[in-house]
């Protein structure tokens, strides 16, 4: 009970109190747990640093001292290295919740004396912030609160032998904590755990939150020396379940005790509500589950199980306090089938439960994805460097941050963020080339008091318009930022308008904050901003007529993914840019670093994300931390970005980078288009360097999006990749896309090479095959055209003299490749057939496998096949029967009669 409990927790993947999606999903599982147990189930709401959070609270009511309460609690939010993305908290807190789920499960069978509070406190590791609001409020109202019982971190010893757990408590809590010791003591012949009193007054976990006025204590594993704390590696597989379950049994015991347990036993065994779920779907072949717990032991002989009233004999496997039944059905049933589930059984007292429930067969696999696609990218930017330093004194000595930079009259224009010791403004810089600036100071001062901005002037961004510079800009009053309307006819004097986009209202996206705009203006004003509701970060939109008017558009165009790499923590801060396509660059928080990210968009509306544009760097370089706050500029041969830089030395900084026409295309996309089943839960990619490695299946990326992108493996890698692509439905069956995509790469030194690509479809020009080298002349010879074999392609010849105007994919390539980069290719996965006729034949290697000669001319007539060696004269070295041939190459071919070369590739 206590590990599955710890279990679902840390599935959740972090509680972080400043990751309201997590913990709000946390905070229902806890809820549901409580309800579903018949208690009064609340949640108890709460603000702290402009987030949202929230306690959970089960009450069982007392009978005869209804108004005296005793509380069991725990912190279920989480902590740790990069909290926002991974922060797991088996041990802390997930073993400590857990046991007041397990109190909740068992007590809530039973009558009391006094009221019985369980509680899930939020943001202890914001220091006691939940407990704090809650005890608060409970002071306030002097409630009759005769004990507390917090238990934090009770899962982790390493040494089976040791058999106690720590009572920390204050003088006050002393009867309290020895209590507790005597009842340990009591159950020591069924339980070893021994409960030992430490007098403690350290605040650090909730307890503390009730001192003085109550008494309270905490239970505590029995030595803090966890190498897990707060870390990734706190999880359940580095917990002792036995020693998290015996301490649990001692508060139990101890809770029970306390609160007055009424009479005997007169509840019937508790169950949880079975898989699969009532009401829902299962598969056609289901294993149904169900746990039966009770404090006092289950009557096995009682137990009785029927499916579609069949009496059935279910594995069962022992847990804390019951049994776990499985049953593996030996039918096969039809789509749609309704499956009737039935249990009974009694505890040793004759209290019984009689419990059933249904679910339909889902036997129709999902419909599978359709037209995978795969291309080279080029979306990550090439760093040129460190372009504005924060000076050692004046308006930017603490950070230079934020740009915002137009090219007019000229020359490159940045408006960006200045903060000095004690005020944030904003500043101004010209450059010819956009790399040597010249600062020029303050253009947009901090407001003074009373005025919107009068706490910070920041995060600008700005046109040129209607013969005017426009900005808008993110005012701060010391409450909440909004958006400020500024405009100057030379750039440097500016006046202050108004606020043009103000916070929304409760239960709005930017309900707190509405900030971090990028304007740009196509047929109209368009603004994508910032906004926090103490739910999270969102990237809002916003359009209008004139600049100053805005209508707000209703849900974000973009929020943070749990299931994305670079933004499972946050997003924040867009840059858009425009050129018949929306190009968005926003800030992404994985929990450790920011880094600039892009996605592109037909609509401004809805975005494709497509992955890293700015990496951070390496520790001593500017932007080891974080690389955001980007301004972009798109020309047709380049895209041009100055970014914000922070290497933890408490200054930011900006630097400059570019995507060049010549830049090495270094991403790979892979795309689809979506099932059109109506139930896809996602959609699971199998990757291999091979294509006999796609098989089994292991999955290598879950997705929810119809598209990622893989930075670094483009056309300077060269290794191979093969993707294949599957639907997954609610019950967990799928159907793969029969296209299987991929990509070759091979090194192309400088001279001439001999490659091959099988992705070509049909007739090519020679364009696209070769456009990830730099070459100035091809070959290929046919041998179907006996009187003119060779045909050549010379990239300085008029191409009137050029011969060589198409290839397919059975043609080998002679290139001449100006200087060493790696051949890419890429595209759909097809069986090829070669017609090779009696002679020499020069072809591209229709496998995609790595084969011996002997196993890939298997069945041929042939006598002789060579290589290329540019160590060898003429390039060429005959192979042996044993030598390896390799996708993306050509061989020569000589065969002895004419053939047909089959290459199944298609699996």
Known sequence: MVGKHIQNLQDFETRYSYRPDKCDKAAEYIYQVFDSNGLNASYDDFVFNHFEMRNVIGELRGTAYPDSIYIICAHYDSTGTMPWGFAPGADDNGSGTAAVLAAAELLSDYEFNHTIRFIAFSGEEQGLTGSGHYASVVKGEAQNISGVLNLDMIAYNPEPASVDVRIRHNAPSTSLANYINNVSQKYQSINSITATAVLDGTTNSDHASFWPEYEAIQFFERQFNTPHYHSSTDIIDNCNLTYSANCTQIAIASLAELAGLIGTDTSPPALSPGFPPPNGFGKPDPIISIEITDPAPLNISTMEMQVDGLQVVPNQEIIPLGLNLTYDTPLTYPDGAIVNVSIFVEDIHGNGINYSWVFMIDGIAPQPPSNPAISVTRIEAVKQGLVIDSNTTGVDDRYAWAP???????????????????????????????????????????????????????????????????????????????????????????????????????????????????????????????????????????????????????????????????????????????????????????????????????????????????????????????????????????????????????????????????????????????????????????????????????????????????????????????????????????????????????????????????????????????????????????????????????????????????????????????????????????????????????????????KIVSQALTGLPYDIVERFNPAAPYYISTMGATDPMYPGYSYWIHMTSAAVWFAVNEL
């Open 404 to 850: 915002s930079v137009i090219f007019h009259d000229n020359e490159y224009k940045m408006w960006y963020s200045a903060r000095s010791q004690t005020n944030f403004h904003i500043a101004y810089a010209n450059s010819t080339d956009g790399l040597n600036w010249n600062k020029y100071g303050v253009v947009i001062a901090q407001g003074t008091s009373g005025e919107p901005d009068s706490g910070r002037a920041l995060y600008p961004t700005v046109i040129f318009d209607n013969g005017e510079y426009t900005m808008w800009y993110s005012a701060y009053d010391s409450s909440h930022y909004r958006i400020m309307y500024a405009n100057s006819t030379d750039g440097l004097s500016w006046t202050k308008q108004s606020i043009v986009l103000d916070n929304g209202g409760i239960s709005q996206y930017d309900t707190y904050n509405a900030y971090m705009p990028s304007v740009i203006k196509t047929n109209e004003y368009e603004m994508w901003y910032t906004g926090t509701n103490g739910r999270g970060d969102w990237l809002l939109y916003a359009n209008s007529t004139d600049g100053i008017n805005w209508n707000k558009w209703p849900e974000p165009v973009m929020t943070k993914e749990s299931d994305l790499r670079y933004s499972k923590g946050r997003i924040c801060f867009s840059t858009v840019a425009y050129d018949g396509e929306y190009h968005m660059w926003y800030s992404g928080f994985d929990g450790s670093r920011h880094r600039t990210l892009y996605a592109n968009s037909s609509n401004g509306i809805y975005w494709e994300r497509l992955g890293l544009a700015v990496n951070t760097g390496i520790n001593g370089e500017n932007d080891f931390l974080q690389a955001m706050w980007c301004s972009a500029i798109i020309t047709p041969n380049e895209t041009k970005l100055w970014y914000s830089g922070y290497a933890g030395d408490g200054k930011y900084r900006i630097l400059y980078a570019n995507i060049s026409m010549a830049d090495y295309q270094t991403g790979l996309e892979v795309n689809w288009a979506p099932s059109t089943s109506t139930d896809i839960l996602h959609y699971e990619i199998c990757r291999a360097n091979s294509l006999s490695g796609l098989t089994p299946w292991v999955t290598y990326l879950i997705m929810n999006d119809t598209a990622f992108v893989e930075n670094g493996i483009g056309d300077e890698d060269d290794n191979n990749y093969y993707y294949r692509i599957r639907s997954v439905d609610k019950v967990g069956q799928y159907s793969e896309c029969p296209q299987i995509v991929g990509k070759i790469g091979n090194n192309a030194a400088q001279g001439w090479n001999l490659v091959g690509n099988p992705f070509i479809e049909g007739n090519s020009t020679l364009a696209g095959p070769l456009s990830t080298v730099d070459w100035n002349a091809a070959m290929i010879y046919d041998i179907y055209d006996p009187a003119h074999p060779w045909k050549s392609n010379h990239t300085d010849r008029p191409p009137q003299l050029n011969t060589l105007g198409y290839v397919n994919q059975t043609t080998g390539i002679w290139i001449n490749v100006v200087a060493p980069e790696s051949y890419t290719s890429t595209g759909t996965v097809t069986n090829i057939s070669i017609y090779l006729l009696e002679g020499w034949n020069l072809v591209a290697y229709p496998h995609h496998d790595v």
